[in-house]
């Protein structure tokens, strides 16, 4: 996969896309990054790539002509134009099935902006328009740095094979298990016996059930995409119920 940015900080990708399982995809060339700096295609002096808001208010806006020239030339550089995607807290809630969708493109043009957004003009350009969670960045570039993480962990030969089960739990809408390595006590806490009891079945069963109950008492709302069995709808409903006389007793993790 050919991943291009184009954004006016370059510099801010280059540590997290060099290192750990995204610098070993681009290593091995499973996974090409790209980025092109935004003030290569404005024609001013001081490469301006923002201006004020028409109808005013605060802050600055980011121009249109060098987003059109850019995505331009960048979308040019391959026969594939690429699936362009906009980085803006607008955008489509990003999510563990979103990622495996866009794993299955060949190309990414990712744009991530800055100041306090877009022209709406320049939205145009995009095929999508991506936020990565409720909340106020500076600006796209982590969210695309975020987007790249998750889309390229998920393209064949990225994973090793000890790696590859972790989707497991998320892609059938449960959170994770607990786990747990050595030493088996850990002052005064102790590892759970039947993880130690070399018994698979019963693992299994125990880790299901965590991630089941887990799930109800953190996030409920995904119970209702999750595929249980009709014990486990049980075993959710009490944990739910645990969860609400626990809550009497005041805030906590668990
Ligand atoms: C940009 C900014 C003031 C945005 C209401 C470009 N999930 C997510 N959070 N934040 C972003 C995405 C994001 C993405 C692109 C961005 C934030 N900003 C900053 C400032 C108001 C804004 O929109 C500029």
Do not use: C
Request: charged share 30%; hydrophobic share 35%; net charge negative.
């Amino acid at each position: 996969m050919i991943v291009d940015i184009v954004t006016i900080f370059p510099q801010m990708f280059e540590g997290p896309m060099s290192v750990s399982i995204i610098g070993l995809a681009r290593e091995r060339g499973l996974l090409e990054v790209r980025t092109h700096d935004l003030r290569d295609w404005t024609h001013d002096r001081h490469r301006t790539t923002d201006d004020t808001p028409y109808g005013g208010g605060p802050g600055m806006v980011m121009k249109p002509e060098p987003l059109f020239e850019a995505l331009d030339a960048v979308q040019r550089l391959e026969d594939d134009p690429g699936f362009v995607v906009f980085l803006t807290p607008s955008g489509r809630p990003f999510d563990q099935r979103l990622a495996r969708d866009l794993s299955s493109k060949e190309r990414l043009v990712l744009v991530p902006g800055r100041y306090e957004g877009f022209d709406e003009r320049a939205l145009s350009l995009a095929d999508l328009e991506l936020s990565i969670g409720d909340y106020v960045l500076t600006g796209g570039e982590l969210p695309a740095m975020v987007v790249t993480d998750a889309v390229a962990r998920l393209l064949p030969g990225v994973l090793g094979d000890d790696e590859s089960s972790t989707e497991e739990s998320f892609s059938e809408g449960l959170l994770e298990y607990p786990q747990y390595t050595r030493p088996a006590r850990f002052r005064d806490m102790d590892v759970p016996e039947v993880l130690r009891s070399g018994d698979h079945a019963r693992i299994a069963a125990w880790r299901r059930e965590q991630a089941v109950r887990r799930t109800a008492r953190r996030r409920p709302e995904l119970l209702a995409s999750a595929s249980l069995t009709a014990e486990e709808r049980n075993v959710a409903d009490d944990e739910i119920s645990r969860a609400a006389s626990d809550a009497q007793e005041g805030p906590t993790n668990d």
